[in-house]
């Protein structure tokens, strides 16, 4: 089982892995049974681990278009672990990727950050970001959406999909990193003394400012917090070594 999202377009694939899975990530001390549990999770949905490419993840804003042309040739990216080719490459110092080619499956990992999807469906353009706090408010949601449209991509055709992820019910922040929300100060919710965050609603607002239709937006109601048995939660497990899930967007080739 997992997540699916865009089931309105079989030509894409938009998938989420579930804690049964195994956890995914991409740097780890259990490397290997991570990559093995990615190379089985990819398998189950049809995907050679090798046509995925997935982001560093540095909680930025920055967004890569990507081909496997320019992935094999970019010099700082790198393959996974002792599997190499198999487990596919990895792009540093991004959170964010998009492509137009078919047939190239990107990802982002996540456990309480937000996975989201993008697709152009008219343009053939789809696109990923792994979206937690700092990324939110520093703008990877605009910044994916720009690099699509660099890609061909309408904003009135790009159909977007939030994956699970902690929702406001645990999302709890402290005043030191308040004045970061200053601009979404409808999102910040103050309830017996603590302070909760709506990242979901940000997000969205983000994507009507960048002119999405409200009715192309697709989401989880999930909290990867309060479902223990379905997901890993960095906030909930506290652990020394966080354990992932992974989300993947590609588009099949036709056969
Ligand atoms: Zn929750």
């Given at each position: 089982m997992a997540f699916h999202f865009f089931?309105?377009?079989?030509e894409v694939s938009a998938v989420v892995s579930e804690r049964k899975d195994g956890s995914m990530k991409v740097?780890?001390?259990q490397s290997e049974e991570n990559q093995e549990n990615r190379i089985r999770f990819f398998a189950e949905q049809g995907i050679a681990a090798e046509r995925v490419v997935s982001a560093g993840l540095v909680h930025g804003k920055n967004v890569e278009i990507t081909t496997v042309h320019s992935v094999t040739h970019n010099p700082r990216s790198w393959f996974m672990c002792n599997n190499r080719e198999k487990t596919g490459r990895v792009i540093p110092a991004t959170d964010a990727l998009v492509t137009r080619e078919k047939n190239l499956f990107l990802a982002v990992t996540a456990a309480d950050c937000l996975p989201v999807f993008f697709f152009d469906p008219v343009a053939g353009v789809i696109g990923i970001a792994h979206a937690g706090w700092r990324g939110i408010v520093s703008g990877v949601i605009g910044e994916t959406l720009k690099k699509m449209s660099v890609c061909g991509a309408a904003k009135e055709n790009v159909s977007v999909a939030i994956g699970p992820h902690i929702r406001v019910c645990h999302f709890e922040i402290q005043t030191d990193i308040l004045p970061r929300f200053a601009q979404y100060e409808k999102y910040v919710i103050k309830k017996e003394g603590r302070i909760y965050v709506d990242l979901e609603g940000i997000v969205k607002e983000q994507l009507r400012v960048a002119?999405?239709?409200?009715?192309?937006i697709e989401t989880s109601p999930l909290c990867t917090f309060c479902e223990s048995q379905t997901f890993f939660s960095y906030r909930r497990e506290r652990s020394k070594e966080p354990q992932v899930m992974v989300a993947t967007i590609g588009m099949k080739e036709k056969t």
């Open positions: 089931k309105k377009f079989p740097f780890s001390e002119g999405i239709a409200k009715t192309h």
